[in-house]
């Protein structure tokens, strides 16, 4: 069966294909074995999990933080006997992958960082309040994007509004997490996102000598296209791609482009 234990926390995972190993994580696993699997499998070992506190893997006693989540991808890789990944994410995934570029050189062949940024502006560590309260209430968090500026109603919309009317978002719609561990394990997630901040670590991003891509949709927040733009200049030697018709949902709404950019770079690097 697809589970390890990960120094005393069971994780979930699945592996598809054969070759360099390319580690995919995010929030659960399903999402990636629709749109990224079928593709990359081509020409890598994908293996996705379900990181701690989702889908079927072990919600351990909180608060977490981005260092765990991280260190949870190195210990799955030491179950499994992988030496060295390429590690990539989108949302709290682009920010596990930062830390684990960072906590973790010398296991890393790439990194994906995708959809987020190196450290939360005012307006973005009041939307966590939000979501948090969202969760509380026992509403659906994150349906929204924060806002840029104070002026903004609102910010946009985490997945395109049409996506959801086509086939493929139909078809999104029918998978569920199985499991997880529920609004406890939601808010642990977003505290440790709303504690997430790199600069004090910008000194190591600007020395750190992996290959990195940093990936942003244009749809998403104003700010996230300006701290993601920030954060590649902080890694040298990174390049730095805008999908310009893509929201934060990019990997399972625009798949085609997503896994294009992330393939052409990687193909760049030799992997």
């Known amino acids: ?39 990359f499998s081509q020409y890598y070992r994908v293996i996705t999990l379900d990181r701690r506190g989702t889908g079927r893997s072990a919600s351990p006693p909180g608060p977490w933080s981005i260092a765990d989540f991280a260190r949870d991808v190195k210990n799955l890789m030491d179950a499994l006997e992988i030496e060295r990944a390429i590690v990539g994410g989108a949302s709290l995934g682009g920010v596990i992958c930062c830390q684990f570029g960072l906590d973790y050189p010398e296991r890393s062949l790439a990194l994906i960082v995708g959809h987020t940024v190196p450290y939360l502006w005012p307006l973005a560590s009041e939307w966590i309040e939000d979501q948090v309260a969202a969760v509380q209430r026992g509403e659906r968090p994150i349906v929204m994007q924060p806002r840029s500026y104070e002026w903004e109603a609102e910010g946009p919309p985490t997945s395109n509004p049409a996506f959801a009317a086509t086939p493929a978002g139909r078809f999104t719609a029918t998978l569920t997490e199985q499991g997880g561990g529920g609004s406890e394990a939601a808010i642990h997630m977003l505290r440790s996102l709303g504690a997430w901040d790199i600069r004090s670590r910008y ?36 390049d730095f791609v805008i999908l310009p018709d893509a929201y934060h949902g990019a990997a399972r709404e625009n798949p085609i482009e997503w896994n294009a950019a992330v393939h052409d770079f990687l193909r760049r690097n030799g992997l």
Do not use: C, D
């Open 1 to 39: 069966m697809p589970r390890v234990e990960a120094s005393g926390i069971e994780l979930f995972y699945e592996s598809v294909g054969e070759g360099t190993p390319f580690i995919l994580q995010a929030h659960h696993h399903m999402p990636w074995m629709l749109y990224q699997a079928p593709y």
């Open 203 to 238: 000194g190591e991003l600007n020395a750190l000598n992996i290959p990195t891509l940093v990936i942003v949709g244009g749809h998403e927040p104003q700010k996230t296209i300006e701290f993601s733009y920030e954060w590649h200049q902080q890694i040298t030697g990174s």
